[in-house]
């Protein structure tokens, strides 16, 4: 089945291919994996289908993990591989290096990755590891070496995400739980939203602050890490 093929699938799933790779020994993928796909959310139809799903209305803990995992599942399995995912662990797969190994996902001015198409809204539900070997395209170049304006760099409103500079999550979370910091909570970190490839994921208000909201409760309490 080619890479096509495949991303047909996926999207019928509301889920997209954000890249592939064929591992070497040092890249940590399952043993004997010929070809490593990364799964991420298809927007804008990403949020309504998991939203309908068994998962987000029986009120158990980690609804979108699970239908990750289920969905995701029952792809590899048509496939033939395996499914992998970030909250695997501990050891924890290392999806931040595979990302950067797809050729598709850059460091970004801020540190963070961002990727060809998603931009700094990328993310990963999964991966699907398969033992066969498929044709992959030449891998793009980084969308920032043509965005000359870099507007994620000024778009933090406090600061806490700066060119060059580590990301600042005490100052973030403060924001974020203070009156001014409602515009990041219902629709999302600005800087990421204020890169242009990110523009075309158009998700949705409710997904935007489902996924705030589970980034405040995680790091209640913490220091440093990233988001």
């Not at 969905?71 to 909250?87: D, E, K």
């Not at 994921?201 to 409710?206: E, G, K, L, N, T």
């Amino acid at each position: 089945m080619s890479l096509a093929a495949l991303a047909a699938e996926a999207r019928a799933q509301a889920l997209a291919l954000r890249g592939a790779f064929h591992p070497s020994p040092d890249d940590g993928a399952p043993e004997g994996t010929g070809t490593l796909l990364l799964i991420g959310p298809d927007e804008p139809q990403f949020w309504p289908a998991f939203h309908a799903s068994r998962e987000a209305q029986d009120g158990a803990p980690d609804p979108l993990d699970r239908w990750s995992k289920r969905v995701i599942g029952a792809l590899a399995s048509r496939w033939g591989g395996s499914a992998h995912f970030p909250s695997d662990g501990p050891p924890w797969p290392p999806f931040l290096l595979w990302a950067q190994r797809s050729g598709r996902a850059f460091p970004s001015p801020l540190g963070l990755l961002v990727h060809d198409t998603a931009g700094l809204l990328v993310s990963y539900r999964g991966a699907i590891a398969l033992p066969r070997h498929i044709d992959l395209p030449p891998a793009p170049e980084s969308p920032c070496r043509s965005c000359e304006a870099q507007p994620c760099t000024t778009a933090c409103p406090v600061g806490a995400l700066h060119a060059g500079e580590p990301y600042d999550v005490a100052t973030c979370q403060s924001f974020l739980r203070s009156d001014a910091g409602q515009d990041c909570r219902d629709n999302g970190c600005r800087a990421r939203r204020a890169c242009p490839r990110s523009q075309g994921m158009r998700r949705q208000s409710a997904q935007a602050a489902f996924h705030m909201a589970s980034f405040m409760k995680n790091w209640s309490g913490r220091e440093g890490g990233s988001a």
